[in-house]
Every structure is written in C-alpha cells, then in structure tokens.
C-alpha cells in the first residue's frame, strides 16, 4: 500500500471526511462499510460536517443584527432541515413544496424568507397562511399578485423587494443571477418606481430589499459591489418616506471543489459590516441565505464500479451512480473529486472517465482521473452535499439513491432508496 500511504490524510475544504490508511473514512466510518451495508448509489452526510460550517456562520453572526436563513433547494432532506432547525437557523424556501419541508421539519414559518421568479396563487397563499417572515417579489405584476391573494385572505403580506444589481460575480454563468440580462429581480431602474407602487397597495407591507448575485463565489469583490449598489437605493427609497427594516444579501459563497480558496463565512460576513459600518450602515439587519456552504463539503456520493472499458480512445469507468443522481458534471461541466473508498497501490493507474448507465454521452460525472480501479470498487464523488441529492432525477426510470447521516460512529438511514412501487405510484394505466 505505498501509493496508498502517500495520499492526503485529510483532504482540504473537507472536515470529517478524511483517509486513515487506505481506507477514506467519513467521521469514524470506513466509506466502503457504509457502501456495503446500505448498498449504492448513497449520499453519506457527516452530521459534524454540518455542524461545523453551520457554527461558522452563527458564530460569525453572534453580536451582530445577522439572521441566517439556509436556502432549502441546496440539500433539502428532512434530517438536514432538522439539524439547522434546532441550531435556530430560519430557512429561505422557493417553492410551496420546501415550504411544506420546512414545517415537516420543525422549522419556524416566522424565519422563512420565500424567495423565486415565479410564485403561484397556491403557494403565496401558502406561504401567508403559514405566516412566513416575508415573500421575496422579483417583478411588479408579482406584486400586485401578492397583494390580491392577501386582500382575499384578509391578511397583510410583509413583502421584500428583489432587486438585479447588475453586477458579475464571476461563477459559471448559469449559476450568475444578479445581471441585468439575468431572469432575476427587479431593475435598479424600476426599484423605486417598484416601491412607491408598495404603498398603493392596500394588503402589503413593505419590510425589506434583497439581493442574490450568483453561486459558487470566490470572492469577496461582487458582494461588496452589490451591497454598494443596495445602500444606494436604500438611501434613494428611504428618502422616498418608506422604511426598510432589512437589507437580505443571499446566499452564494462557494465551497472548495478543487483548489478554489472562497473566503470563510467568517471573512465574508466581517467584510460585508466593515462596508455597512464605513457608509453609517452598520446597525441595519441584514439576512443572508446561504446554502451551498453549508452542506456541500459535508456529504458524498458513494457509487460503485460496474464495468471496466476500454475503447480505441479511452478507458471508461462504468459506475452505478450516473447523472440522474448528480446533474452537477453533465449540466455545469463541474468538477468534484473522485476518491477511491479503499485506495491500491496505484500499480495499475490509469485515465478514467468515470461514466454512469444512463443513455446520454452526457452521463458522466469525472473526466480524465488518474485511479487505480477493478470492479467492484467503491468510489466516492466529493463535494455533494449541495445540489446533488435535492436535483436528482428519475431519468430512465432509475430510483433516486438512498441517503445517509453519519454522526460519529452510527450512521442513521435518513432517506430509503427508492423502490419501483414508489416510482411507478401515481400513474394509471388508460381502460382496456
Ligand atoms: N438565495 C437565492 C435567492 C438563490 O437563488 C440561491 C441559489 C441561494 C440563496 C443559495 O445559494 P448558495 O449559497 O447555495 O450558493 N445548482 C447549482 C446552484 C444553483 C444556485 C441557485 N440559487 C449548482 O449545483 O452549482
């Protein structure tokens, strides 16, 4: 086992998910165990690996007029809800369907933000009915809809405004949503027009602004541009005679995949009140809404090798994980690292795309990764706490995987895999 010796211990941007020997170890359980008692494809959480990023964020907080608000769609299963849930953190939700997750979950309705370009009647219903701290409005005719549907509740919609600041915040860009060609919010331009109309509508009540740049950012730049961009109409809507009670900057921060160093929430949340502070800001409430930073680097994909191929061009690894269970390579051409759960010599390396079963050219989740593999092997996909589990599909009518929760030396079955009974339920057959 030399090659296997001279791997990384821990692996960087990745606490609790670390190698003791050859054996890559999630907490204190050996990820090829985990794969053999509940078989593959598992999503494995490490429970600490929450915890610990979660804690960044309220110890940062601590002090500070700083509400935290998870944004649900990163990873959005029960047990992980629970876990915020009872550290006090309140949830940014973009759908009825996270709303109603949060509340199965213990969340409290008074700490949900419900944010998204399109909400329907049902769910804006919904979400007052739940009493929600406030519905997010990214367009005028949104929030005349808004308003309707709470004049015929006979209820008031405390409502913030989403503003496009029209600024880069240099990711991928179908993660970019804060530039002017984007979908998202409402143009600087129309911010204060958006406004004045907010205080002809009977059944709303403005509370606050907000603004969401992007995913997966590095650095600290766009987020101070943006937050420049806010206070200016902050100063401009104010001096119109309406109140803002909070300023809501997102969410956004990117994890490590790869060799990127995003500042810690620590740094970002310093940097976002020694802006506020340096313009006489710094007693404004602010929330954020981060999600991929605190789940992405405390979960795994675990997968198994199928198939050993060779091509005239490549060697393929054909693994029982494909882009159903992780769209992230095959939609964003991203990277995420590929470990081998029990590591060899390195003997027999070779460049692998590692590949799923699914019928698409497309299905691949690692290109090109030097491994030492037989079948039969387990491989783990790092970084997949965030958007793995939450966008999988059902593609080729393939169950979604199952899901587990390590915590220390017990691992908990948070999510069953699914059965053929669970996805054929809800279909019917037309009459003989
Ligand atoms: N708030 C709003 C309004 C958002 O649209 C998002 C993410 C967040 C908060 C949380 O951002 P985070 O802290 O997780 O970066 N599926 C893509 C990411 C899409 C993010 C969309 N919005 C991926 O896998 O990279």
Same mark, same amino acid.
């Given at each position: 086992?030399?090659?296997?010796?001279?791997?990384?211990?821990?692996?960087?941007?990745?606490?609790?998910? &670390?190698? /003791?020997? *050859?054996?890559?170890?999630?907490? #204190? $359980?050996?990820?090829?165990? =985990?794969?053999? %008692?509940? !078989?593959?494809?598992?999503?494995?959480?490490?429970?600490?690996?929450?915890?610990?990023?979660?804690?960044?964020?309220?110890?940062?907080?601590?002090?500070?007029?700083? &509400?935290? /608000?998870? *944004?649900?769609?990163?990873?959005? #299963? $029960?047990?992980?809800?629970? =876990?915020?849930? %009872?550290? !006090?953190?309140?949830?940014?939700?973009?759908?009825?369907?996270?709303?109603?997750?949060?509340?199965?979950?213990?969340?409290?309705?008074?700490?949900?933000?419900?944010?998204?370009?399109?909400?329907?009647?049902?769910?804006?219903?919904?979400?007052?009915?739940?009493?929600?701290?406030?519905?997010?409005?990214?367009?005028?005719?949104?929030?005349?809809?808004?308003?309707?549907?709470?004049?015929?509740?006979?209820?008031?919609?405390?409502?913030?405004?989403?503003?496009?600041?029209?600024?880069?915040?240099?990711?991928?860009?179908?993660?970019?949503?804060?530039?002017?060609?984007?979908?998202?919010?409402?143009?600087?331009?129309?911010?204060?027009?958006?406004?004045?109309?907010?205080?002809?509508?009977?059944?709303?009540?403005?509370?606050?602004?907000?603004?969401?740049?992007?995913?997966?950012?590095?650095?600290?730049?766009?987020?101070?541009?943006?937050?420049?961009?806010?206070?200016?109409?902050?100063?401009?809507?104010?001096?119109?005679?309406?109140?803002?009670?909070?300023?809501?900057?997102?969410?956004?921060?990117?994890?490590?995949?790869?060799?990127?160093?995003?500042?810690?929430?620590?740094?970002?949340?310093?940097?976002?009140?020694?802006?506020?502070?340096?313009?006489?800001?710094?007693?404004?409430?602010?929330?954020?809404?981060?999600?991929?930073?605190?789940?992405?680097?405390?979960?795994?994909?675990?997968?198994?090798?199928?198939?050993?191929?060779?091509?005239?061009?490549?060697?393929?690894?054909?693994?029982?994980?494909?882009?159903?269970?992780?769209?992230?390579?095959?939609?964003?051409?991203?990277?995420?690292?590929?470990?081998?759960?029990?590591?060899?010599?390195?003997?027999?390396?070779?460049?692998?795309?590692?590949?799923?079963?699914?019928?698409?050219?497309?299905?691949?989740?690692?290109?090109?990764?030097?491994?030492?593999?037989?079948?039969?092997?387990?491989?783990?996909?790092?970084?997949?706490?965030?958007?793995?589990?939450?966008?999988?599909?059902?593609?080729?009518?393939?169950?979604?995987?199952?899901?587990?929760?390590?915590?220390?030396?017990?691992?908990?079955?948070?999510?069953?895999?699914?059965?053929?009974?669970?996805?054929?339920?809800?279909?019917?057959?037309?009459?003989?």
């Amino acid at each position: 086992m030399s090659h296997a010796a001279s791997l990384p211990e821990t692996l960087p941007g990745h606490p609790h998910i &670390a190698r /003791r020997g *050859a054996s890559l170890m999630i907490e #204190s $359980l050996p990820a090829s165990e =985990l794969a053999q %008692r509940f !078989g593959t494809p598992l999503y494995v959480y490490s429970r600490a690996g929450i915890e610990q990023a979660a804690r960044a964020y309220s110890d940062a907080a601590r002090g500070r007029p700083l &509400a935290l /608000r998870y *944004a649900v769609k990163a990873n959005s #299963s $029960l047990a992980v809800l629970q =876990l915020l849930a %009872r550290q !006090g953190w309140g949830f940014d939700v973009v759908s009825g369907g996270e709303l109603g997750r949060v509340l199965a979950a213990g969340g409290d309705a008074a700490r949900v933000v419900f944010s998204g370009v399109g909400k329907t009647r049902d769910e804006i219903a919904a979400a007052l009915r739940a009493g929600v701290q406030c519905l997010n409005v990214e367009s005028l005719s949104e929030l005349e809809r808004v308003d309707r549907v709470a004049g015929e509740l006979g209820l008031v919609a405390p409502v913030s405004l989403r503003i496009n600041p029209d600024v880069d915040p240099r990711t991928h860009p179908y993660i970019s949503t804060g530039l002017r060609n984007n979908k998202f919010g409402i143009a600087q331009t129309q911010a204060r027009q958006a406004y004045a109309r907010c205080a002809g509508l009977a059944n709303l009540r403005v509370l606050g602004i907000d603004v969401h740049i992007g995913s997966q950012i590095t650095q600290i730049g766009p987020y101070l541009d943006a937050l420049d961009r806010v206070l200016e109409l902050v100063h401009d809507i104010e001096r119109d005679g309406i109140t803002l009670h909070h300023l809501d900057l997102g969410g956004g921060l990117g994890i490590r995949y790869a060799d990127e160093t995003p500042p810690s929430p620590g740094e970002w949340i310093d940097a976002l009140y020694e802006r506020l502070q340096s313009r006489g800001q710094g007693h404004r409430q602010v929330l954020l809404e981060p999600g991929r930073s605190v789940v992405g680097n405390a979960g795994v994909l675990l997968c198994r090798v199928l198939t050993l191929k060779d091509t005239l061009e490549r060697h393929f690894a054909v693994v029982d994980a494909a882009m159903n269970d992780l769209m992230r390579p095959a939609l964003y051409e991203a990277w995420q690292r590929i470990e081998p759960a029990q590591a060899r010599d390195g003997g027999h390396s070779r460049r692998y795309d590692v590949v799923g079963p699914v019928c698409e050219s497309g299905d691949w989740l690692g290109r090109d990764r030097l491994l030492d593999l037989r079948e039969d092997d387990v491989l783990a996909i790092l970084s997949a706490g965030a958007y793995g589990m939450a966008m999988a599909s059902n593609y080729n009518t393939r169950g979604r995987a199952a899901e587990v929760l390590v915590d220390g030396e017990q691992a908990h079955l948070i999510r069953e895999r699914e059965s053929l009974d669970d996805l054929l339920r809800g279909e019917r057959m037309l009459a003989p």
